[in-house]
């Protein structure tokens, strides 16, 4: 099982149906990558809850009129099969208009902040 394709999976059925967010178990890499969908503008908020064991990742989800501001969702990355980049070959999702979330050495970024600190990394999703 892939916990970040799952999460992925879990916001695009609650952006399809216009729920106003979702929930999924909680990780420090599933934060991560909310961090970046927020900092991009693709989602409004993110909080962690619970405590313990039992904690979850909510994650308030951004329209425009009636319509989700996320219009699609990709893993590139799978278990069977890694994507990896080196600093000049950093994706450009949609000729910029997207963003590729990228797991570097140091921590995870979007596409472009990797390309401006010259690391490459394992390519997780691509977000438009």
Same mark, same amino acid.
């Given at each position: 099982?892939? +916990?970040? @394709?799952?999460?992925?999976? =879990? ?8 729920? +106003?967010?979702?929930?999924?178990? &909680? =990780?420090? /890499?599933?934060?991560?990558? @909310? ?6 503008? &693709?989602?409004?908020? &993110?909080?962690? %809850?619970? %405590? #313990?064991?039992?904690?979850? /990742?909510?994650?308030?989800?951004? &329209?425009?009129?009636?319509? #989700?501001?996320?219009? #699609? ?7 069977? /099969? ?21 797991? %570097? =050495?140091?921590?995870?970024? =979007? ?9 490459? #990394? ?7």
């Amino acid at each position: 099982m892939d +916990p970040v @394709a799952d999460m992925l999976t =879990s916001i695009r059925n609650a952006n399809m149906a216009t729920n +106003p967010d979702c929930s999924v178990p &909680y =990780s420090k /890499l599933k934060e991560n990558v @909310a961090q970046i969908l927020k900092e991009e503008g &693709y989602i409004t908020s &993110y909080q962690v %809850t619970g %405590t #313990g064991v039992i904690k979850r /990742l909510e994650v308030g989800l951004k &329209y425009n009129d009636r319509k #989700g501001v996320i219009e #699609g969702i990709k893993k590139i990355s799978k278990p069977g /099969l890694r994507k990896y980049v080196g600093a000049g070959e950093m994706p450009r999702v949609l000729g910029g208009l997207g963003v590729a979330i990228v797991s %570097t =050495s140091q921590g995870v970024m =979007s596409g472009a902040s990797a390309r401006e600190k010259k690391v490459g #990394g394992e390519v997780l999703a691509h977000v438009w």
